[in-house]
């Protein structure tokens, strides 16, 4: 139980472009997700948190314009890197809290994004 | 705010022995959770171990148990019988408890090597 995939698992693409990466949890409701972006033997920095049904919460630092998140359901998350600089080259993680257990404080990692802009 | 601090950036152990990671934390809440994951190469980020503030007993999970030292803000954990697979990076995390939006505070990470 408590799975969470991500799509794509790597994408390359174009400098001025866009990509878009889905976050779904396959057997909980997630009412609340988490975009994670690490880099290389660092840590996870937190970039947002999103809620279904309502507008992201953005960590400081974050531009919400080039980084767009949708949670538009309780099983599914999506971020758009738009207008990609190579400089966003990184891999993006999310997770998710399960809504029918909210004592539970841990959250449900995806197996990440890695995202190479060229 | 709450900080996560983690003092060893590399460790390394021989196989079938024991290591203890370390971990501070800094807080004035008193309803927290404190988690251990682990990031092998694949990146998956795995949950070791979570152990609940009020909670006085150490959590363990089979070769896996943390020294929780609330006073001392402290929460290391221990890898007993050490095995290849346990190689990877540690991090150890602190979240506040309650409000379901509360978010997973990391330290830096420690990345064990694990000698055969």
């Known amino acids: ?118 | 705010a709450q900080t996560v601090t983690q003092s060893q950036p590399e460790m390394s152990v021989q196989e079938a022995e024991t290591v203890t990671l370390s971990c501070t934390y800094d807080t004035s809440e008193s309803d927290y959770y404190l988690f251990w994951y682990k990031q092998p190469p694949s990146r998956q980020m795995i949950l070791v171990i979570r152990q609940e503030a009020y909670k006085q007993q150490n959590a363990t999970e089979n070769r896996f148990s943390v020294n929780f030292q609330k006073a001392a803000k402290s929460f290391s954990l221990k890898i007993s019988d050490s095995q290849l697979g346990d190689a990877a990076m540690y991090f150890c995390a602190y979240r506040s408890g309650g409000g379901a939006t509360n978010k997973l505070i990391f330290g830096t990470g420690t990345l064990l090597a694990v000698q055969p």
């Not at chain 1, 949708?70 to 990184?90: G, M, Q």
């Open chain 1, 1 to 118: 139980g408590a799975v969470v995939s991500q799509h794509p698992s790597w994408v390359i693409c174009k400098s001025g472009t866009s990509v878009k990466i889905e976050c779904r949890s396959l057997d909980f409701q997630a009412t609340t997700m988490f975009w994670y972006r690490q880099f290389p033997k660092q840590s996870l920095m937190l970039m947002a948190t999103s809620n279904e049904g309502s507008k992201a919460t953005y960590e400081q630092g974050v531009e919400k314009d080039k980084f767009l998140i949708n949670h538009a359901s309780l099983t599914l998350s999506t971020l758009t890197v738009t207008s990609a600089h190579p400089e966003d080259s990184s891999f993006y993680i999310c997770s998710a809290r399960d809504g029918g257990r909210p004592d539970v404080g841990e959250q449900y990692f995806g197996p990440g994004t890695r995202l190479t802009v060229t």
